[in-house]
């Protein structure tokens, strides 16, 4: 009989919560979805990404990721290693100008998460067409795993995801 794993667990959780907030509450649109094996590394990574309706200035991803160290452990039942599963919640949203509205994208990353680790926010654009603007991608990441102990969670994640998307979208 198949077990399945920490990440199975996890990504069923996010799913359900998520997808619950596009086709029962119709909050959100999801625009995207990864579930991905990479056989190089043996690693799993699945993701979401979503929008609230009618609002398409900012989007938001969530992501769990599970590497070969973390499923062996699990499968294997190793003595003193604790499975888990790194969780990501990124945030994106085009910009003009890159110091104010930036500066102003960390304000309510920091202000809603009061994260442990420092968001990162990252500017990109496409060569020549800099006057069009940027695309910031902010990524908040927790100082440890998760396992199936956080599943009830997910739905304060989520809603801390849909008011960082309502503060972006009225940048």
Not at 85 to 95: A, G, H, P, Q, T
Not at 117 to 132: C, K, L, M, R
Request: hydrophobic share 40%; glycine share 4%; charged share 30%.
């Amino acid at each position: 009989m198949f077990d399945p794993t920490v990440f199975e667990n996890l990504k069923v959780g996010i799913e359900n919560v998520i997808y619950d907030l596009d086709n029962l509450d119709e909050l959100v649109l999801i625009t995207g979805r990864e579930d991905l094996l990479d056989m190089a590394v043996m690693s799993r990574s699945f993701s979401l990404t979503f929008e609230l309706r009618g609002l398409k200035e900012a989007a938001a991803e969530i992501r769990l990721d599970a590497g070969l160290q973390e499923l062996a452990a699990e499968i294997l039942e190793t003595p003193g290693k604790q499975p888990g599963c790194e969780l990501k919640v990124r945030f994106y949203k085009n910009v003009k100008r890159i110091e104010d509205e930036c500066a102003a994208i960390s304000r309510i990353v920091a202000a809603i998460w009061e994260p442990e680790i420092p968001p990162v926010q990252t500017v990109t654009y496409i060569v020549g067409e800099e006057a069009d603007g940027y695309r910031s991608m902010t990524e908040v990441r927790f100082s440890r795993t998760i396992n199936e102990e956080q599943m009830e969670d997910i739905p304060n994640l989520a809603d801390h995801m849909l008011q960082t998307l309502e503060q972006l979208n009225r940048i």
